[in-house]
């Protein structure tokens, strides 16, 4: 796995692997800005400028972007496409952030911080629905649809998460709903919105397995990263119960006693963080963190090798590079 670089230079990194579908990007944010306008009045639009103003990567618009045009579209094609993908996730990010009672999202307070529950449910509900209500007509129902699925796949994820104790297998049913579906979605509606039927299979493909490997990394943040250039305080799974990759795959290689010894910790991590921070210690040093780094970077070279049957051209190029990119993530 390649070694960590710093946040400037990796959202510097990543800007540069957009530059095929700039414009368009340029586009797509203009419209996010427009989507809910003041006039609507109460609560809707200014939680919905807190959550877009805090920034992000908008790395499923790009991914919708750049899919369009590795499928041999115009990417101007997808701007709705990839406006709609982006909406859907940050209505996710809102939902949750109730579910996970977060306090900060992107170094800024939650919306649920700061609105309550109440309100960041039905404005992120408000955002689904706005999303399909004003972009029906130019998204199509084929798009709808994969975009509808992406949507069910998430919800279902939520639901169905096993805390305390999950399986390998269950911990990658968990993240292809909750994160790889949406991504495999953006990828899907950009061939779509190319009219290339024959490349949405290798696209979707590529997307799922990126997502997979994003969200691997995203609990190896969790785990180990830096709650400065996260945005967001580290250790959260372990307190709310959570076990991730690297937690599982070191119980599964434990000898009796250092199960135990880890078990002990994780039973405690929910209300003692020094319990939280030696068993993301112990985890390491049992092989959990350099386990799930490896499985990350064989999911990002399955998904760069999942675009082997699309034309060449400068944004297969980026999304192949893209691959090895979500490997470095520092937030």
Avoid at 174 to 203: F, P, Q
Avoid at 274 to 293: F, I, N, Q, S, V
Avoid at 297 to 310: I, S, Y
């Amino acid at each position: 796995m390649p070694s960590p670089v710093s946040p400037a230079t990796h959202d510097q990194a990543l800007s540069i692997l957009a530059e095929p579908v700039a414009s368009a990007l340029v586009e797509v944010e203009r419209r996010l800005e427009n989507l809910i306008p003041e006039q609507i009045g109460g609560l809707v639009p200014v939680i919905y400028r807190h959550v877009l103003q805090a920034g992000g990567k908008r790395l499923r618009p790009i991914l919708a972007l750049l899919s369009c045009s590795a499928a041999g579209g115009d990417q101007s094609a997808a701007v709705d496409l990839a406006v709609a993908v982006e909406v859907l996730h940050l209505s996710s990010l809102i939902h949750d952030d109730v579910i996970d009672q977060a306090t900060e999202r992107r170094g800024r307070p939650s919306v649920r911080q700061r609105w309550g529950n109440r309100a960041s449910i039905l404005v992120g509900d408000f955002l689904v629905a706005e999303v399909f209500r004003r972009l029906a007509d130019d998204l199509g129902r084929q798009s709808l649809t994969v975009l509808a699925q992406s949507v069910v796949d998430m919800c279902q994820a939520e639901l169905t998460e096993t805390e305390n104790g999950p399986t390998e297998d269950e911990y990658f049913c968990n993240i292809r709903g909750k994160t790889a579906a949406l991504m495999a979605s953006a990828c899907e509606i950009g061939a779509i919105a190319a009219g290339n039927d024959s490349a949405t299979r290798s696209l979707h493909q590529y997307g799922e397995k990126l997502g997979l490997a994003f969200q691997i990394v995203d609990d190896l943040l969790d785990l180990y990263g830096d709650p400065g250039a996260l945005g967001k305080p580290v250790l959260q799974d372990l307190r709310e119960g959570h076990w991730t990759l690297p937690v599982i795959q070191a119980l599964s290689e434990a000898d009796a006693g250092q199960r135990a010894a880890l078990l002990e910790l994780l039973r405690a991590a929910p209300h003692d963080d020094e319990a939280a921070r030696a068993a993301a210690e112990l985890t390491a040093e049992l092989g959990g963190r350099a386990y799930a780094r490896e499985y990350a970077a064989r999911l990002a070279n399955e998904a760069a090798e999942a675009l082997g049957q699309l034309a060449p051209s400068p944004a297969v190029e980026s999304l192949r590079s893209l691959a090895a990119y979500v490997l470095t993530r520092h937030h």
